[in-house]
């Protein structure tokens, strides 16, 4: 995400042309974005609030809109948010509260819903294109977004994030205790061994 996040303002704040829209930088921030998804889907399932968090991020979302809207309006810079990745998992998230009460082998086709229903119906229907359609991902033609994520598919990923949630963390334990217990371990020996040292040589110093 770091990396994915520097190639953009390379190309966007300082001017620099990158290979951001195709090639090894676009593959990056496509598969960051994709883990990033997956992880907040599974932080649902270990969540005590997510509905609320959910409404939280959907807020601040919002707030970006008005500030980057603002800044397009005045700038003319192009950097207008109409329905980022952060609108998208406010929504995640309130749904993934709503299906995560669910055995996992039913919260998989509900994510699969989100991930083709779009192709599916695209596919069969003529869709009439609307600018107000937008978080749905049937955007018109003169709608623009420096970030878009559209509920139709990524939810849907998110989601796949609850059902692996679901699996891993049935039993409510981490799967990283003892790799995380061993280096704090060490980390707090050392440190009462080095606070030890201090005070045995300050006793040792002559006044």
Not at 11 to 34: E, K, M, P, Q, V
Not at 92 to 97: D, E, K
Not at 184 to 197: A, C, D, K, V
Request: one cysteine or more; aromatic letters at 18%.
């Amino acid at each position: 995400m770091v990396y994915d996040h520097m190639i953009y303002d390379i190309n966007h704040i300082f001017g620099y042309r990158t290979n951001f829209l195709w090639g090894y930088d676009y593959i990056i921030g496509d598969i960051s974005a994709i883990i990033f998804m997956v992880l907040c889907g599974v932080s649902v399932t270990l969540s005590r609030a997510p509905v609320k968090n959910g409404l939280k991020v959907f807020g601040v979302a919002c707030c970006l809109t008005v500030v980057t809207g603002l800044i397009d309006k005045f700038f003319n810079l192009g950097v207008v948010i109409n329905f980022g990745i952060l609108h998208m998992l406010g929504i995640a998230m309130i749904i993934g509260a709503a299906v995560r009460k669910l055995h996992p082998m039913l919260i998989l086709p509900i994510s699969a819903f989100f991930l083709f229903f779009k192709h599916i119906l695209v596919s069969f229907v003529s869709v009439e294109k609307s600018y107000w359609l937008f978080p749905f991902g049937f955007a018109s033609a003169g709608f623009y977004s420096a970030d878009y994520y559209p509920i139709f598919p990524f939810v849907g990923i998110v989601l796949f994030g609850v059902f692996w949630g679901k699996i891993l963390y049935s039993k409510r334990k981490s799967l990283f205790r003892k790799c995380r217990q061993v280096p704090l371990r060490s980390l707090r020996r050392w440190r009462s061994r080095s606070l030890f040292r201090s005070s045995f040589r300050r006793l040792r110093t002559p006044c």
